[in-house]
């Protein structure tokens, strides 16, 4: 079946980068995201790369795709106290299984 | 700025009770998704609808859920009678069409809680 997977922490000082990485099985789906979710929240979509790129920079966000290793990577530069949440990819057949979240603490 | 609207935020109900959600998608998206969160955990698809017909419901407990889209637009998911492990948020999403088909997005979810 299809496997997404994150690894469950990482804490960084404010104004350090963030690198959140993300493996997946089934490299069927067209576009690969990544969402924000914040206490208590819905997600948000914070990005999504196009699979037959490599990169994709949005402000302080990059997307890194590594299809041959099937690795989807979220850099954020300059993190800040308000980046604090929980991060999932989404990945699979189309596109429609989630990671188990990725919990971004940031110290200042 | 349009949003998918849930209701209740927040439900809490006794276990073998009926249980009923309700999903408004941003107007004019066609397609429209529940999943599943328990804590801890991503998303789980439960059912996706493309207008009112029914594309995938793989994962969803048919037994004790279902789910309708009668017109189109709003919909509403139903468990009856739930257990205790249907503690969760329950999420729904919509998409529109073509290239905008693969962005989601999500409403602030119903947290349920079976007691």
């Known amino acids: 079946g299809e496997d997404v997977e994150q690894s469950l922490f990482l804490s960084v000082r404010e104004g350090d980068s963030s690198v959140i990485n993300c493996t997946y099985t089934?490299?069927?789906?067209?576009?690969l995201y990544w969402y924000k979710q914040e206490p208590g929240a819905g997600l948000q979509l914070l990005t999504y790369?196009?699979?037959?790129?490599d990169m994709k920079q949005d402000q302080r966000l990059t997307v890194l795709l590594n299809k041959k290793d099937k690795h989807l990577s979220l850099r954020i530069a300059d993190t800040q106290t308000g980046d604090s949440a929980i991060y999932f990819c989404r990945a699979g057949r189309r596109a429609l299984t989630f990671g188990s979240g990725t919990r971004l603490q940031v110290q200042p | 700025e349009a949003e998918v609207a849930q209701s209740p935020r927040y439900k809490i109900t006794e276990k073998s009770q009926a249980v009923a959600f309700w999903c408004d998608p941003i107007?004019?998206?066609?397609?429209l998704y529940w999943y599943r969160q328990i804590l801890g955990q991503g998303p789980e698809l439960l059912v996706q609808f493309q207008d009112e017909s029914v594309v995938d419901d793989s994962q969803l407990p048919k037994d004790r859920f279902s789910a309708e889209r009668l017109k189109g637009v709003d919909s509403t998911l139903k468990i009856q009678p739930a257990e205790l492990g249907d503690s969760a948020m329950y999420l729904c999403?919509?998409?529109?069409?073509?290239?905008?088909?693969?962005?989601?997005?999500f409403g602030p979810g119903t947290r349920l809680t079976v007691t």
């Open positions: 999403a919509s998409s529109g069409t073509g290239q905008d088909s693969y962005e989601q997005y």
């Open positions: 790369i196009f699979s037959n790129m």
């Open positions: 107007s004019g998206h066609a397609t």
């Open positions: 089934d490299s069927s789906s067209t576009y």
